[in-house]
């Protein structure tokens, strides 16, 4: 698989609105969790990645050994026309929850 780092995150935040509807996801985890995102991209006309709008958040990044428990949690926020500061605000608060 061919890949493509094209930026480094300072959280586990990711964001997709339909401009049409309004309708936002945020997908969130928190930072020492999550250490990257990988997304589709844009290209017209579409190969067989770009296009399809998905977005996996890689958890962990370490070995786990036979035995052991690793924990994480993420959360989906979905609304109509949340702003960046809405986004941004309850990535805060979540990244805060322990």
Sequence with gaps: MDWAITRYLAGGLAVQEDR????????MSRPEDCFCIYASYNMDPPDGVAGHHSI?????????????TVR?????L?????????????????????
Excluded: N, P, W
Excluded at 56 to 68: E, H
């Design 20 to 27: 049409a509807s309004g309708l936002t996801c945020a997908l």
């Design 56 to 68: 996996y958040l890689g958890l962990f990044g370490k070995d786990v050994k036979a035995g052991q």
């Design 72 to 76: 994480t949690m993420s959360r989906l």
């Design 78 to 98: 979905v609304g109509k026309h949340l702003s960046a500061e809405q986004i941004v605000g309850e990535y805060k608060k979540f990244a805060a929850e322990k």
